[in-house]
């Protein structure tokens, strides 16, 4: 894969939307500076020097990539904008004519994906804490990508994303996976676009997701990043480590929406005696006839799988043409509309800290054009993509094989994935650390994101090699964690 002639987008956000296009190469050292009559807005990028150490070889990427931005997004914030619970989607806009002023898009295989990047070097100047940086961790020199969960997007980490760019002293960036946040919205996800007789990749798939993963640890020039996922992009940071293990140094699971199987139960033998053995003689005939109800067993059971998974993928099959329908699309706008908002709210311990600032991020995004439709394609991809499950072993017989360091992090409260859950989650992945975080629910980031990141930067001081006082620094930063 070629990356080194890439093409990157820059969003001005200013009363008439302006898109700079130019075309230049990873390696090198630039600063963009626009001074505009309207808004007298400067944007400068860095884009490290460092080339790729190793180049992505499973898939073609469309020559996109985005340099580093900085800002907090809170200080764009329109604190006089209500939006009406009742009438959260009802407006249909281009995603860019939504994005924030720190917004980047590159493009990946067809796909404009809305992402983010934070670089602590551009916030050694805005940002104070109360300790020397080398009290804070070790330098770790691992970027962090941050996975969002079902129905949020990179908003979902606004006010960790500044902290942990500090902490890692790496650049982090958080991106929103198709069907979500600001990456477009492709609604013909199989019509097209193929250069060969292979079926295309459908965006909403989850191999769509764990590919773009990767492709943005090659756009941070890294051999390796830590994966942080949130409730179902969880599933998406263990994929991505299966995938590719030798690109992942950590792992870190929020809420992880990823269902836990039961510890194993240890029995005593039941002391039964081998066939031939020291047990009573078995009679010839009726061995016989229970080797021959054994094949007969197995022939209905084979018959029995097979039809219901014949009926499965019928229904399958008829629930995504419902889904697709015009009917179905306008109950999923129903659905939405009713219950979007009570939904965030409930992910929440103290309701009341649902500010219109929050409810405003998580339903923007309900104004691009198309997100209904490609809501209904994610559901759908949902369904019926099984990801070559047929020839591997389910995701719950293979939390054994993960080898690097990992942390769960989950809510006390958490009304959406119990925190019980995630305990028996972290039993199920070896020498895995497990933290719960007192009065929270479904968003720790969100909700109790001081605590949230005390927490990561003691796992990550113990993986790295952080001392016990070293852990012990304050990390309420002037302007980041309010």
Same mark, same amino acid.
């Given at each position: ?23 230049? $190469? ?67 806009? #281009? =995603? ?32 104070? *804490? ?20 079902? &129905? ?16 890692? @002293? ?58 942080? %996922?949130? *409730?179902? &992009? ?10 590719? =293990?030798? @690109? ?12 836990? =199987? ?33 094949? +007969? +067993? ?29 009917? &179905? ?6 659905? +939405? ?55 591997? =072993? ?66 990550? &001081? #113990?993986?790295? %090699? ?13 302007? +980041?964690? $309010?």
């Amino acid at each position: 894969m070629n990356l080194l002639n890439t093409k990157c987008i820059f969003f001005l956000h200013q009363p008439k939307q302006s898109i700079i296009t130019f075309s230049t $190469s990873l390696s090198f050292n630039a600063k963009l500076s626009l001074d505009s009559s309207r808004t007298n807005f400067q944007m400068s990028c860095l884009i490290s020097g460092r080339s790729f150490r190793r180049p992505a070889k499973r898939f073609i990427v469309s020559n996109a990539a985005s340099p580093s931005l900085s800002g907090s997004p809170d200080q764009f914030i329109d604190g006089g904008a209500k939006t009406k619970e009742e009438t959260i989607a009802e407006t249909e806009q #281009d =995603p860019m004519n939504l994005a924030d002023p720190d917004s980047c898009f590159c493009e990946f295989q067809g796909v404009s994906i809305h992402h983010k990047v934070f670089d602590p070097q551009s916030l050694s100047d805005a940002v104070t *804490s109360s300790v020397d940086d080398t009290q804070v961790t070790p330098k770790i020199e691992f970027p962090m990508i941050l996975l969002h969960g079902f &129905g949020a997007s990179v908003f979902s980490w606004n006010r960790v994303m500044k902290p942990l760019a500090r902490l890692v @002293r790496s650049k982090v960036l958080a991106f929103d996976r198709p069907a979500f946040g600001l990456t477009s919205r492709i609604l013909h996800p199989f019509s097209g676009g193929a250069t060969n007789d292979a079926k295309p990749l459908n965006p909403y798939s989850m191999v769509y997701s764990v590919l773009t993963t990767l492709y943005f640890i090659d756009v941070l020039a890294a051999e390796k990043a830590i994966l942080v %996922g949130h *409730s179902a &992009g969880c599933l998406v940071a263990v994929d991505s480590y299966f995938e590719a =293990p030798e @690109r992942v140094a950590a792992l870190i699971l929020i809420a992880p929406a990823i269902f836990a =199987p039961r510890p194993p139960v240890n029995t005593a033998g039941s002391g039964d005696d081998k066939p031939g053995e020291k047990g009573p003689r078995r009679n010839k005939f009726l061995g016989t006839l229970v080797e021959l109800s054994k094949v +007969i +067993i197995g022939v209905i059971s084979r018959a029995l799988t097979g039809m219901a998974s014949m009926l499965s993928s019928l229904y399958k099959k008829a629930l995504a043409a419902f889904l697709r329908s015009s009917l &179905g699309v306008m109950l999923v706008r129903m659905a +939405i509309n009713k219950f979007g908002v009570t939904a965030v709210r409930n992910a929440w311990y103290d309701s009341k800290q649902v500010t219109d600032h929050v409810v405003q991020g998580y339903t923007k995004p309900l104004k691009a054009k198309g997100w209904d439709k490609a809501l209904v394609e994610f559901t759908v991809a949902t369904l019926t993509d099984n990801n070559g499950s047929e020839k591997k =072993p389910p995701l719950s017989k293979r939390f054994q094989e993960i080898k690097c360091p990992v942390l769960i992090v989950t809510g006390d409260t958490d009304r959406i994935v119990p925190a019980w859950n995630a305990e028996r989650l972290s039993r199920a992945i070896p020498g895995s650390v497990f933290e719960v975080i007192k009065r929270c629910g479904h968003l720790p980031q969100e909700e109790k994101p001081d605590e949230f990141i005390s927490v990561v930067a003691k796992f990550l &001081g #113990d993986v790295f %090699g952080g001392s016990q006082r070293e852990e012990r620094v304050d990390l309420k930063f002037q302007g +980041i964690v $309010s």
